[in-house]
């Protein structure tokens, strides 16, 4: 009688835990369900005056919220009932979200593993492992300082990019509201008819407009200047390329992060006239940390925002930033509450 070898059964055992550590995605995440929590609501500027006006969102997000593009609906629809209650929301009205809710979609139809795991890196393992032949053709493709990273972005840029625009899209048609659509991290990303688009080609940190219709408008807006982090996967784009938005007789522009305090940014955006600019991402400077539009902007509107929560071994308390008639104000509660912030703005004088 044939006996097994010892070693043998210790090498498939091996292969088997190996097997099960990078292939077992863990369990279906809990159906998404409205939840009601505290939300405070700020405003600056003078209402009687105004011709529009910028509501900033500082959302509390979890890991489980990116699980689909119902989770996240039901979880930003809170903040914007808020602002419906509060009367905030009007036909000329510009909503912001903060930076990264798109590269949070790069988990969307995962399962519990990569919404419980305690670092990105560990999160990532589910998802290569789910896109496992995206993965491995992108990886030897393209190059990049993460390479692992960006692989995995450039494996789940359509599943982000779809749940992004399925996400958006529908919070501006429901509240009838422009949108800027927070940011994201995805693989050359564009607006065709039907909604969003990306190509085989590099990553870039973008954001999106979305008008109450339901409609992305323009183009992508693309950072000029990503983070050291960012810059381990995106690349950074030029100034030149950033489009120009209009409500009503007001020029905005939006700058993503450090973009915002940008000499050639400012030059591009008042050569065209922009005297509103919105950033998803509140960048702070090692000199210039209370003020992300610089202490001395040339705008004579703005806001930043950033969101809050805990996941993937990151934690945030947000911070939100404004130029109200031309002089800056930032604020920071150090508190998990989620926020809006609503910025009367006048017209040009």
Same mark, same amino acid.
Request: glycine share 8%.
């Given at each position: 009688?044939?006996?097994?070898?010892?070693?043998?059964?210790?090498?498939?055992?091996?292969?088997?835990?190996?097997?099960?550590?990078?292939?077992?995605?863990?369990?279906?995440?809990?159906?998404?369900?409205?939840?009601?929590?505290?939300?405070?609501?700020?405003?600056?500027?003078?209402?009687?005056?105004?011709?529009?006006?910028?509501?900033?969102?500082?959302?509390?997000?979890?890991?489980?919220?990116?699980?689909?593009?119902?989770?996240?609906?039901?979880?930003?629809?809170?903040?914007?009932?808020?602002?419906?209650?509060?009367?905030?929301?009007? !036909? $000329?009205?510009?909503? %912001?979200?903060? @930076?990264?809710?798109?590269?949070?979609?790069? &988990? *969307?139809?995962?399962?519990?593993?990569?919404?419980?795991?305690?670092?990105?890196?560990?999160?990532?393992?589910?998802?290569?492992?789910?896109?496992?032949?995206?993965?491995?053709?992108?990886?030897?493709?393209?190059?990049?300082?993460?390479?692992?990273?960006?692989?995995?972005?450039?494996?789940?840029?359509?599943?982000?990019?779809?749940?992004?625009?399925?996400?958006?899209?529908?919070?501006?048609?429901?509240?009838?509201?422009?949108?800027?659509?927070?940011?994201?991290?995805?693989?050359?990303?564009?607006?065709?008819?039907?909604?969003?688009?990306?190509?085989?080609?590099?990553?870039?940190?973008?954001?999106?407009?979305?008008? !109450? $219709?339901?409609?992305? %408008?323009?183009? @992508?807006?693309?950072?000029?200047?990503?983070? &050291? *982090?960012?810059?381990?996967?995106?690349?950074?784009?030029?100034?030149?390329?950033?489009?120009?938005?209009?409500?009503?007789?007001?020029?905005?522009?939006?700058?993503?992060?450090?973009?915002?305090?940008?000499?050639?940014?400012?030059?591009?955006?008042?050569?065209?006239?922009?005297?509103?600019?919105?950033?998803?991402?509140?960048?702070?400077?090692?000199?210039?940390?209370?003020?992300?539009?610089?202490?001395?902007?040339?705008?004579?509107?703005?806001?930043?925002?950033?969101?809050?929560?805990?996941?993937?071994?990151?934690?945030?308390?947000?911070?939100?930033?404004?130029?109200?008639?031309?002089?800056?104000?930032?604020?920071?509660? $150090?508190?998990?509450?989620?926020?809006?912030?609503?910025?009367?703005?006048?017209?040009?004088?």
């Amino acid at each position: 009688m044939l006996k097994r070898h010892p070693k043998k059964k210790i090498v498939l055992a091996a292969v088997l835990v190996a097997a099960l550590y990078f292939f077992w995605p863990g369990f279906s995440v809990q159906k998404a369900v409205p939840r009601y929590a505290e939300i405070l609501v700020e405003e600056f500027g003078i209402q009687e005056t105004a011709t529009l006006n910028v509501i900033g969102v500082e959302p509390h997000l979890e890991t489980t919220d990116f699980a689909s593009a119902v989770h996240l609906e039901i979880k930003l629809s809170s903040y914007l009932e808020v602002a419906r209650e509060n009367d905030l929301l009007r !036909p $000329d009205t510009l909503v %912001l979200f903060p @930076a990264h809710i798109g590269t949070g979609l790069l &988990a *969307a139809g995962q399962k519990s593993r990569t919404y419980n795991a305690g670092s990105i890196s560990n999160a990532l393992t589910p998802i290569i492992s789910y896109n496992l032949a995206q993965f491995s053709k992108n990886y030897y493709i393209f190059d990049a300082v993460n390479k692992r990273a960006a692989a995995a972005i450039r494996a789940q840029s359509q599943t982000a990019a779809m749940t992004l625009d399925t996400v958006f899209s529908a919070l501006a048609r429901k509240y009838k509201v422009t949108i800027v659509a927070g940011s994201g991290l995805l693989m050359t990303p564009g607006i065709y008819p039907g909604g969003l688009t990306y190509g085989h080609g590099p990553i870039f940190h973008t954001s999106f407009v979305y008008t !109450p $219709d339901g409609k992305p %408008l323009v183009d @992508a807006v693309r950072q000029i200047e990503p983070s &050291a *982090a960012e810059l381990t996967v995106a690349e950074p784009s030029l100034a030149e390329f950033l489009p120009i938005f209009t409500a009503g007789d007001t020029n905005y522009g939006i700058a993503i992060g450090a973009d915002a305090d940008r000499d050639d940014v400012e030059d591009h955006y008042m050569a065209e006239g922009v005297t509103l600019l919105l950033s998803p991402q509140f960048y702070q400077r090692d000199d210039l940390v209370e003020y992300p539009f610089g202490p001395t902007p040339r705008y004579k509107w703005g806001m930043a925002v950033s969101m809050k929560g805990e996941g993937w071994g990151l934690s945030a308390q947000g911070r939100t930033a404004l130029i109200v008639d031309g002089e800056p104000i930032s604020v920071q509660n $150090d508190d998990m509450v989620g926020r809006i912030y609503n910025l009367w703005v006048s017209p040009k004088r």
